[in-house]
């Protein structure tokens, strides 16, 4: 047997062998860092950038090592649980920046359209336009490159962690991530002024909503890989706590690439938001619900599943188990829940 040794110099080399072994970029970077025009601008008062965009594998790969280079790191020392934190921040960087720049991009886009309705036909007023659409493609470029970005590295987080990266307090929305988690008032909000796609997914609606106080996470997988089976086109609108069962909930719909909703509570509203928040859920006509025992909460949810007529399925604490058999979900919620 022959073998082969390979000095590698630079990073490019690193990109260079890796690609030798593996096929072309996924297509959500190829089809990210393909220019849109020939020139663009980043900043109003910028010069025209020519330049092509960034290659696509090098900066897939560049994405992956950012990350798991710092588990491999500290794997097996004694701050191996700082790196889950590190790599958290890893992400919100990159989901900050795409931030920045996507609302840099709405900006252009107003600007864009008052230059439009004020357009006296002159010169001066066609070159304005003409500069602004140049930093409008920019920038939108750039927001579609760092969200994939984002969304690569938020994959390898999850990839070495088992739970799935979500931003704080925040919209995190993207035409190319596997798991969308978007605020439920900027859901709400899209669908009535009729925006994109990428902001208001479009879908039949499960509602998924449960205790903190759950351990079973394979009982609720396997009932949603079900309704999955069943819809798979579903979008799931959840409660968006952070710990029990909405947080299983995440972790499946990011395995499964399943848009989650997260509906948080709004604070203003005292005793009353957790019954707001039900109200509203019910209002985007779910066609089916899953609702584990919890709180009260989770009680007035689950009469206005049963009221609504909305084919449902009731789990108890009770049902929770350590075999591999499936507990079949009880149709009537059990008392408390």
Request: glycine share 6%.
């Amino acid at each position: 047997m022959t073998t082969i040794n390979r000095t590698i110099r630079s990073f490019a080399e690193i990109t260079d062998l890796y690609a030798e072994e593996t096929a072309a970029p996924t297509d959500r970077f190829a089809h990210a860092f393909v220019e849109t025009v020939d020139a663009v601008k980043l900043v109003a008062t910028d010069e025209m950038i020519i330049a092509d965009m960034p290659d696509a594998l090098q900066m897939q790969v560049g994405v992956e090592m950012l990350v798991t280079t710092l588990f491999d790191l500290l794997r097996d020392t004694r701050l191996e649980t700082i790196a889950e934190r590190l790599a958290w921040g890893i992400v919100h960087s990159f989901h900050k920046v795409a931030e920045q720049v996507d609302n840099q991009a709405d900006h252009a886009a107003r600007e864009l359209g008052d230059l439009i309705r004020d357009n006296d036909g002159g010169e001066i007023a066609t070159h304005e336009i003409e500069e602004r659409q140049l930093l409008c493609h920019g920038l939108d470029e750039a927001s579609e490159a760092l969200s994939c970005m984002r969304d690569h590295a938020a994959a390898m987080f999850h990839a070495e962690t088992g739970r799935p990266w979500s931003a704080p307090r925040a919209t995190l929305v993207s035409g190319k991530r596997t798991a969308s988690v978007i605020a439920g008032q900027d859901f709400l909000a899209a669908r009535r002024q009729k925006r994109i796609e990428r902001n208001a997914p479009t879908g039949p609606v499960v509602l998924f909503s449960g205790g903190k106080a759950w351990e079973d996470h394979a009982l609720i997988w396997e009932r949603l890989d079900l309704i999955r089976a069943r819809i798979p086109t579903m979008i799931l609108a959840t409660t968006a706590q952070d710990k029990g069962c909405d947080a299983i909930a995440a972790a499946w719909a990011a395995r499964s690439g399943v848009a989650v909703v997260n509906f948080a509570l709004d604070r203003r509203l005292g005793m009353r938001a957790g019954f707001a928040r039900n109200e509203t859920m019910m209002r985007l006509k779910p066609v089916e619900a899953l609702v584990c025992e919890g709180s009260g909460l989770q009680s007035h949810l689950a009469r206005l599943v049963r009221e609504a007529g909305v084919p449902a399925h009731f789990f108890a604490v009770r049902d929770q188990r350590t075999s591999p058999t499936m507990v079949n979900a009880r149709r009537d919620m059990p008392k408390g829940v």
